[in-house]
C-alpha cells in the first residue's frame, strides 16, 4: 500500500507535543520520594534531571544530545516477554543520558501477563454496570499502584472498544455498547492509574470489535465516517482530552482499507481534532509498515525485538531516515512525545523501582474489589421477591453448578487475564453467609443429582457460566447446552431457582419463564462468593445496570448477517452504522430480552419533577420501596428525525443512593455537544425539536421534555 504522506507530522507535530506539556506540567508525581542511585548519580551528565525548566526545554535538551540510534531505540521495544520473566514490552534505558528504561504490562483488569502477587479485580464489565467514574478510579487507583509496585511504567489499559456485537471474545474486558458510558469509565480509570504515577495506554485504536481474522487484511472494517465518529471514536476522545491518557495503543485492525497503526484517517483524529501530546504505540505486532507508520505518526513499535514477527522500526527504521523517506524532525516527534510524558510523570526523577516479583496485593485492595462486583451486579429478575434469601424463609439452599464450586469463572482469558492470589467460590462464600447446616450442593453432574438436591431444598440456586478470551469469539451466545438443560431440569424440580451467571456479555435464557430470579455477576474476580452471597442475602442491595443489551436472540442483533459478522469475501461491513446496541432496539422498536441500563433493586424507585433551565436538565429520585437502595438516572437525547439519528442516546447519567421515602434531585448539564452529529466532516446541530427522556433504563423513561435547539 502506498503510504499517505499528505500529513506531515512533523509539520505540527512537536509545536503541539511542546504545548501540551507544558500545559500538563502541574501533574504531582506520585511514588518514590528521593532520586535514586542511578538517576541522582548520574545527574551532572543529565541536567535535565531534577531540573524546573519546563518539559518542552527539558525534551529539547535531552533530543539535542542523541545520536540517531539513541533516537531509534526511544521508538522500539526490546522484545516480548512474559510473567516474572520480564515485562510484555520493554524501551531500554540510556544510562548516557539518564534516561529510564520504559516497563509496560497488562492491563485492564489489574497487573496480568501471568505475573502472580497481585489482585484479581472483577471484569471491566462489572465495573461498567456500576455506571460510576468514581468506582472506576478506585479501581484504576488499584491497578495503578499494583503496576508501580511491580516496577512497570505504563499499564495498557483501558480497553474502550464498543461492544458491537455480543459474541466478541473481549466483550467482558471493555465497558459496553455505548460510548458515553465507555469514555466516562475509562476517565475515571485513567484518572486512578496515572494518580500512581502510573501512564494509562488506552486501547486499541480504533474500531477493533472482534477477535476472527483480526491483525490481517481479511479483518477489513469498512465503516462509515459517522458511524466512527459518533460510536468508535468518542471514548478515545473522552479519555485523552478529559483523562488525559498518556498513551495510545494503535490496533490490529484494518480500517477502510488500511492498517490502523499507518492509518493516517484516524491518526490525523487523534492530532488535529483533539490535540494530543502523548504517544501512540502499536498493539504488539500490528505494526505492518516502517515509512507509512512513522509517518502516519505511529511513535513506539511493540513489542519489537525478534520472534514477534517483521521488525518494521530498528535497522529498517533507521535506513529510512538515512534515505530521506522518513525526515528527522518526524523521528524527533515521535521521541519527543515519548519524552515528554516521561517527564509529566517524573520518570527521569523516580524511575521504577518496583520488581515483578514482589506481591502487591493488599486487604484494601481487595476491598475495592469487592465494592466494585458489589455495585456492577445486576439483578435482572425477581418474581415474587424470592431474593433476597432469608434464614426463615429459606431454610435449606442448594447450591448447583460446576461454577458454584471449584471450577468458578472468576476472570475472562488473554492479555487481561488476572492470576488471583485465592479464590472464595460461591459455594464457599454462601456457606459462610447462610445458617450452619442449611447449604447442600451439587455439581450438576449427573443432573439427576442436582434435581435430588433442588427438590429437598427450599430454594436452589444455579451458577452457570460462559468463558470469553482474546483470539477467538463466541460462535452463538447460548449458554453450553448442558447448563441450559441443568437449569430447566432443576427449575422443573423447585419453583423458587435462582440463576447466577458469569459471563462477559450477553447470553440467552430460554428457561427465564421457569425460574423466579436472575442474577448477572459478571465475571466477578477472588472474591466471587462473598460478593454474590452478600447480594443473595440482601447485605447489599444491587444497583448494577446493563451496559450492554440483552438480545432474545443472535437474530435480533445489529449486524447478524455474516457479511456484517464477522465478515465475507475479505471485509467486515459495518452497514448497520450508527445503529449500535440500544440504539439499534430503540429505533427499530425491536424488543431484546433485557434492555441497555436495565438492572432491579431490592427496592423501588419513581422519577418525577423534569425541569429544562438553561443548559441543566433535572429531576428528582424517589426510593418508594422499603430498603436502603442505589438507582441510576439516565439521561438520554432524541434527535428530529430529519437528521437520521438514533431514536435515543445517552448522554448522562447519575448514581443516587437513598433511604427508604427519600427524594433527591438529580441534575444534567447538556451541551451543544449532545445534540450534534457527524455530518459530511463535521459536528453538526440541526436546528429542531430534541427530546430529553430520564428514567433508569433504556427501556424505561418516564420523564419527557422537549426543547427546541435553534442555529
Ligand atoms: C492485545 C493487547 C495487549 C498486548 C500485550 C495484544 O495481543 O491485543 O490488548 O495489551 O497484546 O499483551
Known amino acids: 500500500m502506498t503510504p499517505d504522506t499528505s500529513r506531515n507530522r512533523a509539520r505540527h507535530g512537536l509545536a503541539v507535543a511542546t504545548a501540551a506539556v507544558l500545559a500538563c506540567s502541574a501533574f504531582a508525581v506520585i511514588g ?37 540510534d539513541d533516537k531509534l531505540a526511544m521508538v522500539d521495544g526490546t522484545g516480548f516477554s512474559y510473567g516474572t520473566a520480564g515485562y510484555v514490552g520493554h524501551i531500554a534505558a540510556n544510562s548516557r543520558l539518564c534516561v529510564p528504561g520504559l516497563n509496560l504490562e497488562d492491563g485492564p483488569q489489574g497487573v496480568a501477563d501471568g505475573v502472580p502477587g497481585v489482585t484479581q479485580l472483577p471484569a471491566p464489565v462489572a465495573l461498567a454496570a456500576t455506571f460510576d467514574p468514581s468506582l472506576a478510579r478506585a479501581y484504576g487507583t488499584v491497578v495503578g499502584g499494583e503496576e508501580h509496585g511491580k516496577g512497570a511504567d505504563v499499564n495498557l489499559g483501558p480497553t474502550v472498544n464498543i461492544v458491537r456485537d455480543p459474541r466478541w471474545g473481549r466483550a467482558f474486558e471493555s465497558y459496553g455498547e455505548d460510548p458515553y458510558l465507555s469514555g466516562q469509565t475509562a476517565v475515571g480509570y485513567i484518572g486512578g492509574v496515572q494518580s500512581q504515577g502510573v501512564m494509562s495506554q488506552v486501547k486499541h485504536y480504533a474500531v477493533y470489535n472482534q477477535e476472527t481474522n483480526r491483525n490481517t487484511p481479511a479483518d477489513d472494517v469498512i465503516v462509515s465516517q459517522r458511524a466512527m465518529h459518533e460510536i468508535y471514536l468518542p471514548q478515545f476522545q473522552a479519555a485523552v482530552t478529559q483523562g488525559k491518557a498518556a498513551s495510545v495503543m494503535c490496533s490490529y485492525s484494518t480500517i477502510n482499507g488500511q492498517y490502523a497503526c499507518q492509518n493516517s484517517g484516524i491518526m490525523n483524529v487523534l492530532d488535529q481534532q483533539w490535540k494530543y501530546p502523548g504517544f501512540v504505540t502499536s498493539d504488539w505486532g500490528a ?16 513489542p519489537g525485538g525478534s520472534g514477534f514477527g517483521t521488525d518494521y522500526y530498528g535497522a529498517p527504521l533507521k535506513a529510512a531516515v538515512q534515505d530521506g523517506q522518513v525526515p528527522v524532525p518526524v523521528l524527533n516527534d515521535m521521541v519527543s512525545r515519548i519524552l515528554g510524558e516521561m517527564f509529566r510523570f517524573g520518570l527521569f526523577e523516580h524511575p521504577p523501582t518496583g520488581s515483578l516479583t514482589a506481591t502487591v496485593t493488599t486487604p484494601a485492595h481487595a476491598a475495592t474489589g469487592r465494592a466494585v462486583e458489589e455495585a456492577g451486579t445486576v439483578l435482572l429478575k425477581n418474581a415474587g421477591g424470592v431474593l433476597p434469601l432469608s434464614s426463615r424463609r429459606d431454610p435449606s439452599i ?38 450452619s447446616g442449611s447449604v447442600t450442593y451439587a455439581s450438576g453432574d449427573p443432573v439427576a443429582s442436582a434435581v435430588a438436591a433442588a427438590k429437598s431444598a427450599s430454594v436452589a440456586v444455579v451458577f452457570a457460566s460462559s468463558y470469553e478470551t482474546e483470539g477467538s469469539d463466541l460462535t452463538s ?40 430470579g436472575v442474577i448477572e455477576a459478571w465475571y466477578p474476580g477472588q472474591d466471587d462468593g462473598d460478593e454474590i452471597a452478600a447480594v443473595l442475602f440482601g447485605d447489599v442491595n444491587p444497583s448494577g445496570k446493563l451496559p450492554v443489551t440483552f438480545p432474545a436472540s443472535l437474530s435480533q442483533v445489529p449486524d447478524s448477517t455474516a457479511a456484517q459478522w464477522p465478515g465475507t469475501g475479505g471485509t467486515v461491513q459495518y452497514s448497520e452504522g450508527v ?3 440500544y440504539r439499534w432496539y430503540s429505533t427499530k422498536h425491536i424488543t431484546p ?92 446541530v440541526t436546528p429542531g425539536s430534541y427530546t430529553l427522556r430520564v428514567g433508569d433504563s433504556s427501556a424505561n423513561l418516564p420523564l419527557t421534555a422537549h426543547v427546541e435547539v435553534r442555529r
Open 32 to 68: 518514590t520520594a528521593n532520586l535514586s542511585g542511578r538517576a541522582a548519580a548520574a545527574t551532572s551528565n543529565c541536567p535535565w534531571v531534577g531540573s524546573h525548566a519546563p518539559i518542552a526545554t527539558r525534551v529539547r535538551e535531552v533530543l539535542g544530545n542523541m545520536t540517531l
Open 287 to 302: 505494526t505492518h509498515s516502517t515509512v507509512a507508520s512513522a509517518l502516519a505518526g505511529l511513535d513506539m513499535q511493540m
Open 398 to 435: 442448594a447450591v448447583i453448578g460446576a461454577d458454584a464450586g471449584s471450577a468458578a469463572l472468576t476472570s475472562g482469558g488473554g492479555s487481561a487475564g488476572v492470576v488471583p492470589p485465592y479464590v472464595v467460590t460461591p459455594l464457599a462464600g454462601i456457606t459462610a453467609r447462610a445458617a
Open 477 to 516: 451466545i447460548d449458554l453450553p447446552a448442558s447448563e441450559n438443560q441443568l437449569i430447566s431440569a432443576v427449575a422443573a424440580a423447585n419453583p423458587d431457582t435462582v440463576v447466577v451467571l458469569n459471563t462477559g456479555s450477553a447470553v440467552t435464557m430460554p428457561w427465564l419463564s421457569r425460574v423466579r
Open 579 to 581: 445503529l449500535v446496541g
Open 593 to 684: 430480552l433485557f434492555p441497555f441500563g436495565y438492572g432491579l433493586s431490592y427496592t423501588s424507585f419513581a422519577f418525577s419533577h423534569l425541569v429544562v433551565s438553561g443548559d441543566r436538565v433535572s429531576a428528582w429520585v424517589t426510593n418508594t420501596g422499603r430498603r436502603t437502595g442505589s438507582d441510576v438516572a439516565q439521561l438520554y437525547v432524541g434527535d428530529p428525525a430529519s437528521t437520521g439519528e438514533p431514536a435515543e442516546q445517552l448522554k448522562g447519567f447519575q448514581r443516587v443512593t437513598l433511604r427508604p421515602g427519600q427524594t433527591r434531585r438529580v441534575s444534567f448539564l447538556v451541551t451543544r455537544d449532545d445534540f450534534a452529529w457527524w455530518n459530511n466532516g463535521q459536528w453538526t
